[in-house]
């Protein structure tokens, strides 16, 4: 590939970002806001103290003449960067070299620059601590040093959907994603219609995991799963990388809009229970949601769903099929193992055949 290289102030590239001239959302890129405030911290005295940064890398894609450039590498410093700038981050207590000298003109009592005997304008040396300030909280020295700071920033020419996902890959080895941001690299064909589905309200409704998860590729993970165990429960691999590479080679369009829909369904019907929302937790919202799909093609209407898994929760789990009840398969630890995996679902898949039984018996 072809590369040229920039310089940039600060200021001019952050103003790039946000008139989304650099784009900070490619599909496979893990998400911001994976640093911690110490991190942060650090990064804005390295900026403020003039030390080095290294370059951002972008990618270059020109589809139908025109041309996008994705962060590749530098997502999380250029996030944090701009969130300083225009998001009234501040910085934190906890931070070593919190004070920072820069030189200022000296005033008279009136606020007029005072000159010497030679009319050069006089300069002193004064130092800031910018503990718990934000960019509009520093002096205006501070914040041209801000805005003045150069940045180096790389770029990869003529690149198509697959060179970007090749080149996230390569560059996040450092430090590193984790085992789920780079499987979701292998999915670039669908990375925007999985992203879509994460901003289901089913994430935000229903899904018990951490609030981590977002950040973290768990949603991007749970996604992706739920379309492998509705649509081809038998290419669920415990190898993620492994499945996602192939959903990415074989499936289509509408086995991830369909299963987004079907979320959009399976949001709407459920109570707002602790009970029932622990049951869509990490290890087995993806698990839940295919029994969901498996109870109304059985015939059964959605609404009848919220009530399987009220009776689910009080004591229809310690029904025994074939031998297990549901914690004997829910407590192994190897959650994700394929057996695991589908033997849960194996499992409510009968316990679904024997209470559509029970109702017509009550009925």
């Keep these: 590939m072809k590369i040229r290289e920039f310089t940039y102030s600060l200021d001019q590239y952050?103003?790039?970002?946000?008139?989304?001239?650099?784009?900070?959302?490619?599909?496979?890129?893990?998400?911001?806001?994976?640093?911690?405030?110490?991190?942060?911290?650090?990064?804005?005295?390295?900026?403020?103290?003039?030390?080095y940064i290294l370059p951002?890398?972008?990618?270059?894609?020109?589809?139908?003449?025109?041309?996008?450039?994705?962060?590749?590498?530098?997502?999380?410093?250029?996030?944090?960067l701009s969130l300083f700038k225009y998001g009234g981050t501040k910085i934190t207590q906890n931070i070593d070299e919190h004070m920072i000298t820069y030189q200022r003109k000296i005033l008279d009592e009136n606020g007029n620059v005072k000159r010497?005997?030679?009319?050069?304008?006089?300069?002193?040396?004064v130092q800031c601590d910018i503990r718990n300030k934000t960019y509009e909280q520093l002096p205006e020295e501070l914040q041209d040093r801000f805005d003045q700071y150069q940045i180096r920033v790389v770029i990869y020419q003529d690149c198509d959907t697959i060179d970007i996902s090749k080149l996230v890959r390569k560059f996040n080895n450092h430090k590193p994603m984790n085992s789920y941001q780079k499987a979701f690299t292998f999915l670039e064909n669908f990375a925007t219609d999985v992203r879509r589905m994460t901003e289901n309200r089913f994430f935000l409704d229903v899904y018990s995991g951490s609030k981590k998860d977002k950040v973290n590729g768990k949603f991007e993970r749970i996604a992706g799963?739920?379309?492998?165990?509705?649509?081809?429960?038998?290419?669920?691999?415990?190898?993620?990388?492994?499945?996602?590479?192939?959903?990415?080679?074989?499936?289509?369009?509408?086995?991830?809009?369909?299963?987004?829909k079907l979320l959009t369904r399976l949001t709407a019907l459920l109570e707002n229970s602790t009970e029932i929302k622990a049951l869509f937790d990490s290890k087995n919202?993806?698990?839940?949601?295919?029994?969901?799909?498996?109870?109304?093609?059985?015939?059964?209407?959605?609404?009848?769903?919220?009530?399987?898994?009220?009776?689910?929760?009080?004591?229809?789990?310690?029904?025994?099929?074939?031998?297990?009840?549901?914690?004997?398969?829910?407590?192994?630890?190897?959650?994700?193992?394929?057996?695991?995996?589908?033997?849960?679902?194996?499992?409510?898949?009968?316990?679904?055949?024997?209470?559509?039984e029970e109702v017509k018996k009550a009925a």
């Design 116 to 125: 010497d005997a030679d009319n050069e304008i006089m300069w002193e040396a």
């Design 56 to 80: 951002i890398i972008l990618g270059e894609e020109i589809t139908n003449g025109i041309t996008r450039q994705w962060i590749i590498d530098g997502l999380q410093r250029s996030s944090s």
């Design 225 to 260: 799963n739920m379309v492998l165990l509705c649509n081809y429960p038998n290419k669920y691999k415990k190898d993620l990388k492994q499945g996602f590479k192939w959903l990415n080679e074989n499936a289509t369009l509408y086995d991830f809009e369909s299963i987004n």
């Design 14 to 51: 952050l103003k790039l970002m946000k008139a989304e001239t650099i784009r900070t959302d490619q599909e496979c890129q893990r998400l911001s806001g994976q640093w911690n405030h110490n991190m942060i911290n650090e990064l804005i005295a390295t900026v403020l103290t003039d030390d």
């Design 285 to 356: 919202a993806h698990i839940f949601a295919a029994s969901f799909k498996i109870f109304v093609e059985s015939g059964q209407k959605d609404e009848d769903f919220n009530n399987f898994l009220k009776w689910f929760v009080n004591d229809g789990n310690k029904t025994e099929v074939d031998g297990k009840i549901w914690d004997d398969w829910n407590l192994n630890k190897s959650s994700t193992d394929v057996n695991v995996v589908h033997g849960k679902l194996e499992y409510l898949t009968k316990l679904i055949e024997r209470y559509a």
